[in-house]
């Protein structure tokens, strides 16, 4: 009996496949993970001031956008098999002379690069991902990479607890330690093949069938890739995909993504980078310590995502969790806080769904957009997102001194209500919609339910 590269049955390659997907997001979790933690080391040290600091704690966030913008479009030209392993190389080789600086530009351009790096990764894997895997697996598997993230995250907070005691230099052994995870990952990469439907919506359905009779099955059927490539296909680097987004009638499915991927990271990573200065300023001791136990509850809050997603649907998880965030920031901002557990209480909150809703980050524009314009609208979004977070990582420290914690918190709350009030008009509901939906209407309205 045949089958669609839909619906196929979950095998081998497909959890390999998703395994080593995450280790991009795991890498950038790491990354901006354990700048929170060295920057306190790194301040004195280089003699930082409010804006180098915010330079500094955003500088790997302003590379994020540049790699997501551009090298999505490009993906989307070239393929997806060689800039994932290309993205991977030039992180551990911008990683290690991290060890050697001795000037704050010196970390910015370094941690520049390697955002850039990280940036190509989101687009890349999540279309990799989405490309490969069946429905039934799509959701688990694209929110997995979030997952990913926030585990990096949280291991880069207890590295960095334990290299705190080795000394001054210590920040030095924790910025370079991104390159160990990053090796690995580039060295299980090796061997993945290019994504069918990619070669398809190029013109190159023999190879695409090879592939899926390979490592997917004998017996599944090739319709879809047939579909893919009666696509015009199109020549050049690539960049001409972003403006294609907007010509073909994307614009609604990029403002949703963008919009709601935007509100949800601009005050996570500025409260999280700067999290245990935030808790110290409130009067919660062993902030550092609470910061680090906090980060175990993303790790469960975008496991209870990862599970809702395909349960309860795309759409009430994402407004849901929007509600939450809102209810947390605007409580820390306006309530009469005096005692450490009510204020750890809220943080937790937010943590959590923040995390929850977190899981549709690649998810939504993964399933929005056409084969040949996927990666391009997985990099846009997480490009329009990277404005927020660089600028809430940046403006953070200039806030708290300048309005005070209630008011950089009542802040994010209001840019958590804009998230809430898009994803209200235009979230859709995608769970049980096939990969190839976007390729057959051609950006028909977004569907809500």
Not at 23 to 45: E, K, M, R, V, W
Not at 177 to 191: E, K, Q, T, W, Y
Not at 203 to 221: F, K, L, N, Q, S
Not at 388 to 399: K, M, V
Request: aromatic share 10%.
């Amino acid at each position: 009996m045949t089958t669609t590269l839909d619906d196929v049955p979950v095998n081998r390659f497909h959890r390999r496949l998703v395994a080593v997907a995450m280790g991009g997001p795991f890498c950038d979790g790491y990354l901006l993970g354990i700048i929170a933690i060295a920057l306190s080391q790194i301040t004195p040290q280089l003699h930082l001031g409010s804006v180098w600091s915010g330079l500094l704690a955003s500088s790997a966030l302003i590379g994020v956008f540049i790699g997501a913008m551009v090298f999505g479009a490009i993906t989307d030209r070239v393929g997806r098999r060689l800039m994932y392993v290309l993205n991977l190389v030039v992180f551990v080789a911008a990683s290690i002379p991290q060890f050697f600086v001795n000037e704050a530009w010196q970390l910015f351009v370094l941690r520049l690069i390697i955002g850039i790096a990280v940036g190509a990764d989101y687009p890349i894997a999540s279309a990799l991902t989405a490309e490969l895997v069946p429905r039934k697996l799509r959701g688990s598997a694209l929110s997995g990479l979030v997952l990913s993230w926030w585990i990096g995250y949280g291991v880069s907070y207890w590295i960095g607890l334990a290299l705190m005691g080795i000394g001054d230099d210590a920040w030095r052994w924790m910025l370079v330690s991104g390159a160990v995870p990053a090796a690995i990952f580039l060295l299980m990469r090796a061997g993945l093949p290019e994504s069918p439907r990619w070669l398809a919506s190029r013109g190159r359905v023999d190879e695409a069938t090879a592939i899926v009779r390979r490592y997917i099955g004998p017996d599944v059927r090739v319709d879809e890739l047939v579909e893919e490539s009666r696509v015009p296909r199109r020549t050049g680097s690539g960049l001409g995909n972003i403006g294609e987004v907007f010509r073909r009638g994307y614009t609604k499915q990029v403002v949703f993504c963008s919009t709601f991927f935007l509100c949800q990271v601009a005050t996570g990573y500025a409260i999280r980078t700067f999290q245990p200065q935030i808790l110290t300023s409130m009067g919660v001791g062993n902030a550092t310590t609470s910061a680090a136990l906090m980060m175990l509850i993303p790790i469960l809050g975008v496991s209870t995502g990862l599970f809702l997603v395909n349960r309860v649907g795309r759409r009430p998880l994402l407004i849901g969790s929007f509600v939450a965030i809102f209810v947390a920031l605007f409580c820390l901002a306006v309530l009469p806080l005096h005692l450490a557990l009510p204020i750890i209480v809220l943080f937790l909150v937010f943590h959590f769904a923040e995390a929850a809703g977190s899981a549709l980050q690649f998810l939504y524009p993964s399933e929005l957009f056409p084969t040949d314009l996927r990666a391009t609208g997985v990099g846009f979004a997480s490009a329009m997102s990277r404005i927020g977070s660089a600028g809430g990582t940046f403006c953070l420290p200039l806030l708290v001194a300048g309005v005070g914690n209630s008011g950089t918190l009542l802040i994010g709350a209001g840019i958590t209500l804009v998230g809430l009030v898009v994803s209200l008009a235009l979230a859709p509901e995608t769970k049980d919609s096939p990969l190839t939906t976007t390729t057959r209407a051609e950006a028909e309205p977004v569907r809500q339910q």
